[in-house]
């Protein structure tokens, strides 16, 4: 049964390709079906990949070749949890070694611009701590921070 929502995340030809980098690189990720189109439409001839049904870290999604001039943006990120540094290094060097792109605060952009926050679930922890000066102190050294370093989010925690 398709879920009544389904984020559709739009691509320039390249849906097979990303979905696949996805269920390669994300834990709870595969290729779940590929879609021909029946017919010619504007981005694409009859028999050419139109959509691809993914799920990415337990997320059903919808990869779609719908052509150029639709760009993303960060107004849409995945925010992927991570367990351990080796995890979020891990991951973080698979989208931004593959063409990506870093960005600041554990965010980054992978090769066909989607933005991910791989984020560490102590770095959560850490910033909504109740005890709102090691939550500041956090928050201050993740604002330095690419990639989330677990050891110094934690340091920065304890003061």
């Known amino acids: 049964m398709r879920p009544m929502n389904t984020p559709c995340l739009w691509y320039d030809?390249?849906?097979?390709?990303?979905?696949?980098?996805?269920?390669?690189?994300?834990p709870d990720s595969q290729v779940l079906?590929?879609?021909?189109?029946?017919?010619?439409?504007?981005?694409?001839?009859?028999?050419?990949?139109m959509m691809v049904e993914v799920k990415i870290a337990?997320?059903?999604c919808l990869a779609f070749n719908g052509g150029p001039g639709v760009?993303?943006?960060?107004?849409?990120?995945?925010?992927?949890?991570?367990?351990?540094?080796?995890?979020?290094d891990r991951l973080w060097r698979a989208i931004v070694e593959?063409?990506?792109?870093?960005?600041a605060c554990g965010w980054c952009r992978?090769?066909?611009?989607?933005?991910?926050q791989i984020t560490p679930r102590a770095l959560m922890d850490a910033v909504t701590d109740p005890d709102r000066a090691a939550a500041q102190r956090a928050f201050a050294a993740m604002m330095e921070m690419d990639c989330i370093d677990i050891a110094a989010i934690e340091k920065a925690r304890r003061g």
């Open 13 to 26: 030809g390249a849906a097979l390709e990303a979905a696949e980098f996805y269920a390669r690189t994300l």
């Open 58 to 60: 337990g997320l059903p």
């Open 33 to 49: 079906a590929v879609h021909h189109a029946p017919g010619a439409y504007p981005a694409g001839e009859s028999g050419q990949v």
């Open 110 to 116: 992978d090769r066909w611009g989607i933005s991910w």
């Open 98 to 103: 593959h063409g990506g792109q870093a960005d």
């Open 71 to 88: 760009p993303h943006s960060q107004a849409f990120s995945f925010q992927i949890a991570t367990d351990d540094q080796a995890q979020t």
